[in-house]
């Protein structure tokens, strides 16, 4: 037999190519570092939308945003969650803006009535009267009867109507066991009924038509109006 040729391997050196392990190394090093300085950066701005009640400042405090923390760091949920605690707010939206801004949208619940030195609102709870509202509806009866249903329906009434109203009482009568009647500020009465209760929102336009003359105005049942003699 012949001798076996030796065939000869020739071994690639690989060069390492420094320059761009140490770009990739500094690039890395870059963006940690960017990310650590956005990171602290602090919240430039806050904007509070649609509270009445609250005051901005408090609303911030109970937010735990007074100093003004990291923009980045700061959880939008864990604000709502802070916020939504207080009785006085119904529901919570947050958006972050562009060079480090945060906007509160805040919905509060509606004050329906005060009864006993305590606010009725549209959530169905008591609460203390800690902003001394003077402007709400006083409720002069008892109506845990039937409160559940009139908190549903009155929280239909418009703003502006139910500023509109001075005194609201509970006067069922062998019809209708759900009838109230409403003393207005300008001197009217009002008879309703919760099951028609949106009518009160056309209080306007029926005041109007009175011309001036006061009366009691029954939405109960008919829609009429019995004007006052003078």
Same mark, same amino acid.
């Given at each position: ?42 919240i430039k701005n806050i904007y509070i939308i649609g509270n009445n009640i609250l005051k901005d400042k408090e609303i911030i405090e109970i937010a735990n945003l007074s100093n003004y923390p990291s923009f980045i760091s700061t959880s939008n949920r864990e604000i709502i969650k802070k916020l939504e605690k207080n009785e006085y707010i119904k529901k919570v939206t947050i958006k972050k803006k562009? *060079? $480090?801004? +945060? #906007? ?5 619940? &509606? ?10 609102? /549209? ?79 056309? *209080? $306007?336009? +029926? #005041? ?5 003359? &006061? ?10 109006? /019995?004007?006052?003699?003078?």
């Amino acid at each position: 037999m012949g001798e076996t040729k030796k065939v000869k391997v020739k071994v690639k050196k690989r060069k390492i190519k420094v320059k761009r392990i140490l770009f990739c190394i500094l690039f890395l090093s870059l963006l940690v570092l960017l990310f650590l300085y956005l990171k602290d950066l602090p919240i430039k701005n806050i904007y509070i939308i649609g509270n009445n009640i609250l005051k901005d400042k408090e609303i911030i405090e109970i937010a735990n945003l007074s100093n003004y923390p990291s923009f980045i760091s700061t959880s939008n949920r864990e604000i709502i969650k802070k916020l939504e605690k207080n009785e006085y707010i119904k529901k919570v939206t947050i958006k972050k803006k562009f *060079y $480090n801004k +945060i #906007y509160i949208y805040i919905t509060e619940n &509606k004050i329906l009535s005060s009864y006993n030195d305590k606010l009725l609102l /549209e959530s169905g709870e008591y609460v203390d009267n800690i902003y001394n509202i003077t402007s709400a509806p006083i409720l002069i009866s008892d109506i845990t009867s039937i409160k559940d249903k009139f908190v549903s329906k009155f929280s239909l009434v418009n703003d502006d109507i139910l500023l509109k109203i001075s005194e609201i009482e509970y006067t069922p009568n062998e019809v209708d066991n759900e009838r109230f009647s409403l003393q207005m500020n300008d001197g009217n009465l009002v008879y309703i009924t919760l099951s028609k209760i949106t009518k009160i929102n056309k *209080y $306007n336009s +029926i #005041y109007s038509e009175m011309e001036g003359k &006061k009366g009691i105005i029954y939405l109960d049942s008919g829609d009429y109006i /019995e004007v006052k003699e003078e």
